[in-house]
């Protein structure tokens, strides 16, 4: 299984907003290049969107699913990766301290012909993405915070 974690300079809240977006999902998951559709519901247990892989116009088209959630805690998705099969995803948010938070993120081919891929081979292709993936996930939230925060200083003290 391959784990990543990052501590980020904003709430637990902040995060699971822009995870919550499922129209940001290309923004901070490395490789997803155009949203497609978003179930209404996302992020609810069981609500999918709907995404291209690749760069056009070589592009695969796929899913995501959410398996499991704990706003603003925990994401556990199940993504298809065709031709590969299908893979566990599972972002754990954990306030350390005041507008700080540790992000955890672990992932695993769980059905498909990847899962004769070695564990060796999977981290080396997917550690360097993960730790990118969840690099862009904390510029757009602390991004999205600092700019809420500014908007609200202009506004008091105009």
Same mark, same amino acid.
């Given at each position: ?17 822009? $995870? ?10 490395? =490789?997803?290049?155009?949203? #497609?559709?978003?179930? @209404?519901?996302?992020?609810?247990? =069981?609500?999918? /969107? ?6 056009? @116009? ?23 990766? #065709? @031709? ?13 301290? $005041? ?26 292709? $997917?550690? @360097?993405?993960?730790?990118?993936? /969840?690099?862009?996930?904390?510029? $757009?939230?602390?991004? #999205? ?14």
């Amino acid at each position: 299984m391959v784990h990543v974690e990052m501590t980020v300079p904003t709430s637990a809240e902040q995060i699971f907003a822009v $995870l919550s977006d499922g129209w940001l999902f290309a923004a901070w998951v490395v =490789g997803a290049s155009h949203i #497609r559709a978003v179930d @209404p519901d996302w992020p609810a247990v =069981g609500s999918r /969107l709907h995404y291209s892989v690749g760069m056009w @116009p070589c592009t695969v088209d796929d899913s995501t699913q959410v398996s499991e959630v704990d706003p603003p805690h925990l994401l556990e998705l199940e993504a298809k990766l #065709r @031709p590969l099969g299908a893979a566990w995803i599972r972002l754990e948010l954990t306030e350390t301290a $005041l507008d700080q938070t540790e992000v955890r993120m672990y992932e695993h081919i769980k059905r498909g012909p990847g899962i004769f891929v070695p564990d060796l081979f999977q981290e080396v292709l $997917l550690l @360097p993405r993960n730790k990118e993936s /969840l690099s862009r996930l904390a510029d $757009l939230a602390v991004g #999205r915070s600092q700019s809420a925060a500014n908007y609200i200083q202009r506004e008091q003290h105009p």
